[in-house]
């Protein structure tokens, strides 16, 4: 940190806005109590006046776009664009939204910054690092930041000012959210927040609200049945007693307020070995268990896969081999049901996903 040398003054300017509601903008606005300028051993204490700074309305990242029958940008898009609140779209990397940031800057400092992105922390953001980078994981942003390749938020935000991430699985993730605040680095250090819950768009009864995610894994295409997923899901939660797991694997949608549901994804790996420049000769398999095996007796490869925190089993495992290359690929298939979160009294209904609320958003 810079160290800065303060010395005495005979004066000091005080700092007035000439209007409280000034804002280039049109934005709407709130109150910050920004520190007092002072002059050492000059003024007593009460006579330092506190500085009342201005910050801009909410605005929000819809920092990816659907595929398919998807429609959760779209939703999300509908959602913040109903409460008014500004949209920008087409910033897919966080290079691209700091510069935006950047160039948009006003006088006044950011208030709300929302980031919606699709993920989830086993296949992590859909976020590119840097434009046409690579997605954004603890690793590859922090080498970004490292190289100087990520353009350093200027000082348009402050500490009431709320970088708000949509992602679902982010808090799961703390070194990757520790890795997001150096990211967002200023003078003044602005809150990155998001949720330990599932975040849904554009549900059947609330446009937003959260859920509680549980998760399974098989080999893709080799699914056990429901049966056996709903005994072994059971046994990985043994706390959860409200749900009833073959029904909500069946379930496909929030039928009734509170209705636990099922959402699925896979995550593929793929490897490639060139045995041509090596002394090294190339494995042969026959069976898949060698190839598990073959992957367990390298470390490095095992590394990759722990990350992850899947079992090497829960992999459907394929090998193939080109020249002198060897191709290896596997694909598990997620199943995550989902259990929206209820008010515990009153009308059956969603709770309202407040950013303030500690107990749905985590700060750091």
């Not at 950011?110 to 840097?130: A, D, F």
């Not at 970004?144 to 938020?153: M, V, W």
Request: charged share 25%; with cysteine; proline share 5%.
């Amino acid at each position: 940190m810079k160290t800065f040398l303060k010395k005495s003054v005979f004066a000091t300017a005080l700092i007035v806005l000439s209007s409280p509601f000034i804002s280039c903008d049109d934005t709407k606005i709130k109150e910050e109590k920004a520190s007092p300028i002072t002059a050492e051993s000059i003024f007593p204490e009460e006579n330092e006046i506190e500085v009342k700074v201005p910050s801009r309305a909410p605005i929000v990242f819809i920092a990816g776009f659907d595929k398919g029958n998807e429609t959760f940008y779209s939703n999300a898009r509908t959602y913040f664009q109903e409460k008014g609140i500004k949209v920008i779209d087409g910033q897919y990397s966080l290079e691209e939204i700091i510069t935006w940031l950047n160039t948009n800057a006003t006088k006044n400092p950011y208030g709300e910054v929302h980031i919606v992105n699709q993920s989830n922390p086993y296949r992590g953001m859909n976020l590119e690092t840097i434009v046409r980078g690579e997605k954004i994981t603890t690793e590859t942003l922090r080498k970004s930041i490292t190289q100087g390749s990520l353009p350093s938020l200027k000082n348009v935000v402050n500490n009431n000012t709320k970088i708000v991430f949509h992602a679902s699985g982010l808090v799961e993730n703390k070194e990757l959210l520790k890795t997001l605040k150096d990211a967002f680095s200023a003078k003044k250090l602005p809150k990155v927040v998001a949720s330990p819950y599932h975040t849904i768009f554009g549900g059947k009864f609330s446009n937003h609200y959260l859920a509680q995610p549980y998760y399974v894994f098989y080999p893709t295409a080799n699914s056990p049945g429901k049966i056996d997923l709903a005994k072994e899901i059971s046994r990985k939660y043994p706390e959860e007693k409200d749900i009833d797991w073959y029904d909500a694997l069946n379930n496909d949608e929030e039928r009734y307020v509170g209705e636990a549901y099922t959402t699925q994804f896979s995550i593929p790996i793929k490897w490639e070995f060139d045995f041509h420049h090596t002394d090294n000769e190339m494995p042969i398999f026959t069976m898949k268990e060698e190839v598990m095996d073959w992957i367990e007796q390298h470390d490095e490869l095992m590394f990759e896969l722990n990350k992850y925190n899947i079992p090497i089993e829960k992999y459907r495992w394929n090998w193939s081999v080109k020249n002198s290359t060897l191709i290896i690929r596997g694909r598990t298939t997620g199943l995550v049901v989902l259990k929206p979160l209820i008010k515990p009294y009153g009308d059956l209904e969603h709770i309202q996903p407040d950013t303030s609320n500690k107990r749905l958003y985590a700060m750091k």
